[in-house]
């Protein structure tokens, strides 16, 4: 008798440290462009200590934004609270032609 093991969990989304899902891809490329940032403004030659208190101050609001999105929306609540805002409050029709036309 062969025993094979059971995959629980399976269609659970990616979790890490409390963000979930695209959440993890979001900070993944703020940090990315931080870093960026980072790296032009002092090849450029502005002073660590204007860099530093503006990198930082990005970088705490990016955890903050993110860290809110994913508790407030979950897992694809973001994406379809954009797709609510794409919705139109009211559809005006001036004709009963469109209707009429649907038997034909």
Same mark, same amino acid.
């Given at each position: !008798? ?8 399976? /269609?659970?989304?990616?979790?890490f440290?409390?963000l979930?899902a $695209? +959440? ?5 490329? &703020?940090?990315? %462009? ?6 032009? @403004? +002092?090849?450029? &030659? ?5 860099? @530093?208190?503006?990198? !930082? &101050?990005?970088?705490?609001? %990016?955890?903050?934004?993110?860290f809110?999105l /994913? ?7 973001? /994406?379809?609270?954009?797709?609510? *805002?794409? @919705?139109?409050?009211? %559809? #005006?029709?001036?004709?009963? $032609?469109v209707?009429?036309? %649907? #038997? *034909?």
């Amino acid at each position: !008798m062969s025993v094979y093991p059971i995959n629980k969990g399976v /269609s659970k989304p990616i979790v890490f440290r409390g963000l979930k899902a $695209q +959440y993890i891809a979001y900070l993944a490329i &703020g940090l990315v %462009l931080l870093l960026i940032s980072f790296a032009t @403004l +002092y090849i450029c &030659g502005l002073s660590l200590w204007v860099i @530093l208190p503006l990198i !930082m &101050g990005l970088g705490s609001a %990016l955890f903050f934004t993110v860290f809110r999105l /994913s508790h407030r929306f979950g897992e694809h609540g973001l /994406s379809k609270h954009f797709a609510k *805002k794409k @919705l139109p409050d009211y %559809l #005006k029709c001036n004709s009963r $032609q469109v209707f009429i036309n %649907l #038997k *034909k």
